[in-house]
């Protein structure tokens, strides 16, 4: 009966995938309840996660993966309300004419006095979602970005739960919904620096990323840095033990799947959810038509897949599933920031590369890092979405984008299409290849200053919490040497008793007193004798005691 819940729960959230996706199509614009069901069906993407950590993990591990989600969601959930939300979308009245938007202006920009506008780096109104400024479609925006968060949380819930002590593991997760994914948006959606340093800097359109490609980056830097911090002070997570049994570090194998249709499963749910999340995204322009941006994206993830469950095939002998639901993720993930920018070939293409590189890129973080990632967070997130990040710069076409991140032309890459038209970068003094070059640039500051603020700072921030869980190396060492003196030293005690020397003149004489008792108590046992019934006679001072008695009774 279990087996056939976890078959049939997936697919009715399938069929809410495609109801939730109905109102895409629609030529009229979704009522409040056409727009509430693609932001449900939003959350198929944590879902679809989940299913895949789970399917992975080890037996005895499992539980940890599956109550990783509703850890992740009520810290999500909660901080988002508290803060997350001002700081995203706090100044994003700055850069949309929505009048429900209008009163959300604060947006701290310390740079503004010295450089000039469009550097902002954090939203200062709207926590707790105040009534005054957060009303209509602010409330949409807090609802939409929910599950987003959610997934920012659990990328290192998956890869740390039930490994690390649960205090610094929250911390992480709680860090990661309450700043780091926030402040991020802001960068990214919220009229932040790096969507703005085609106006500032004249680099390109600015920091560019259209499928969700900056989340999976901040979530498994995050995810990176506990992996880090906890094999830095003595208490790597996993290791040798991790999942019952030691591995062999010269023997590269593939990773095992232990429920295979949990992996397949949660990777058709993770596209399900990614794909609803990427059409009803709010505040993006439409830049491709529906059907282009659909083929563009089930193209990449069945690359993915195929050449995930290809490279299985040829190391393994036999398909392996775990690699083609890892595969297909890995594929979105690396086409999503430039998947309508991209030409066709490019998105197949670079599809294909995540499948083929996934199996290599764990061996490199299990055995040459030495980084214990059964979820793959690294290999499956970070790698990809630093990749997908940096194909923008290189291989935009210039056919799409008119009117991203404020700008009034398309995209040029940096070195595919000479003659793509850019109108709007030569009315920011840039022209020829320098256009080019300066959206790489926008894109390798955005991937580094976000791989910053959701590694460097989670690492420094684990880096201070750990230690009130770990002892320094010096004194773990020091307390291991003395341990295996005392162990040793009792033994060499124990072998010295057995073999009847090594004892002092006192525990001797003890062990000789005690001898002499024990013969005592033997003899004396021995004297007494049996009568008739079962019961000892009574001793001759007994029976004489017996015969006074009487004759004081006579008298």
Same mark, same amino acid.
């Given at each position: ?134 009303? &209509? ?23 740390? @739960?039930?490994?690390?002590?649960r205090l610094p593991m ?155 639901? /890892? ?6 993930? %690396? ?44 290999s499956v997130g970070l ?13 935009? @076409? ?32 840039? %022209? &020829? ?33 750990? /230690? ?54 033997? /003899?004396?046992?021995?004297r007494r004798r049996p ?5 000892? /006679? ?14 004081? %009774?006579?008298?």
């Amino acid at each position: 009966m279990s087996l056939r819940r976890g078959v049939i729960i997936p697919f009715i959230a399938l069929g809410l995938l495609v109801v939730g996706a109905y109102p895409a199509t629609a030529q009229t614009a979704p009522s409040d309840g056409g727009r509430a069901l693609p932001y449900l069906a939003t959350w198929l993407l944590p879902l679809g996660l989940s299913f895949l950590a789970v399917g992975v993990s080890h037996p005895s591990r499992a539980h940890h993966a599956a109550t990783a989600l509703p850890l992740a969601m009520g810290l999500a959930v909660g901080s988002y309300y508290l803060c997350g939300f001002a700081l995203q979308f706090g100044g994003v009245g700055l850069v949309s004419d929505h009048p429900d938007l209008a009163r959300l202006l604060a947006e701290w920009s310390p740079l503004d006095l010295k450089l000039g506008p469009g550097w902002g780096l954090v939203g200062l109104r709207g926590f707790m979602l105040s009534e005054e400024v957060v009303q &209509g479609e602010a409330m949409w925006l807090f609802i939409s970005q929910l599950a987003l968060v959610t997934t920012a949380a659990l990328l290192p819930l998956v890869t740390l @739960n039930g490994r690390v002590p649960r205090l610094p593991m929250l911390v992480l997760a709680g860090v990661s919904a309450a700043a780091c994914y926030p402040l991020m948006g802001n960068w990214v959606r919220g009229g932040g620096w790096l969507s703005q340093l085609g106006l500032t800097l004249g680099w390109g359109h600015g920091y560019v990323d259209f499928g969700l490609t900056s989340l999976f980056l901040v979530g498994s830097a995050a995810a990176l840095a506990g992996l880090i911090t906890f094999r830095r002070y003595g208490s790597e997570p996993g290791g040798a033990g991790a999942d019952g049994a030691a591995a062999d570090p010269d023997m590269p194998h593939l990773p095992p799947s232990y429920l295979p249709l949990n992996v397949l499963l949660g990777g058709f749910l993770a596209l399900g959810g990614w794909l609803v999340t990427v059409i009803h995204q709010p505040m993006v322009p439409a830049v491709i038509a529906m059907p282009s941006l659909l083929t563009r994206a089930l193209l990449a993830a069945g690359g993915g897949a195929l050449a995930a469950l290809l490279y299985g095939w040829l190391v393994r002998g036999d398909p392996d599933p775990a690699l083609a639901g /890892r595969g297909m993720v890995a594929a979105l993930v %690396t086409v999503g920031a430039g998947l309508p920018f991209l030409p066709l070939g490019v998105v197949v293409a670079l599809g294909i590369l995540a499948g083929l590189a996934l199996a290599p890129l764990m061996y490199v973080v299990e055995r040459v890092l030495r980084l214990d990632d059964p979820a793959a967070s690294v290999s499956v997130g970070l790698v990809p979405a630093m990749v997908g990040l940096l194909a923008v710069g290189l291989f935009a @076409n210039g056919h799409a984008g008119m009117g991203w991140n404020l700008a009034d032309a398309t995209l040029v890459g940096g070195s595919i299409v000479p003659d793509a038209p850019r109108s709007a970068l030569t009315q920011m003094g840039s %022209t &020829g290849v320098a256009a080019g070059a300066g959206q790489l640039w926008a894109q390798l500051a955005g991937a580094a200053a976000l791989l910053v603020l959701g590694g460097v700072g989670p690492l420094a921030l684990l880096g201070v919490v750990a /230690r009130a869980y770990t002892l320094p190396t010096a004194m773990v060492n020091a307390a291991q040497s003395r341990a295996e003196q005392l162990q040793h030293e009792r033994e060499s005690r124990d072998t010295v008793k057995r073999q009847g020397g090594g004892l002092s003149i006192w525990q001797q004489a003890h062990i000789t007193s005690l001898r002499v008792s024990a013969n005592a108590d033997a /003899r004396l046992m021995r004297r007494r004798r049996p009568i008739r019934g079962g019961t000892s /006679r009574p001793s001759q001072g007994g029976a004489i005691t017996g015969v006074r008695r009487r004759l004081r %009774t006579t008298r």
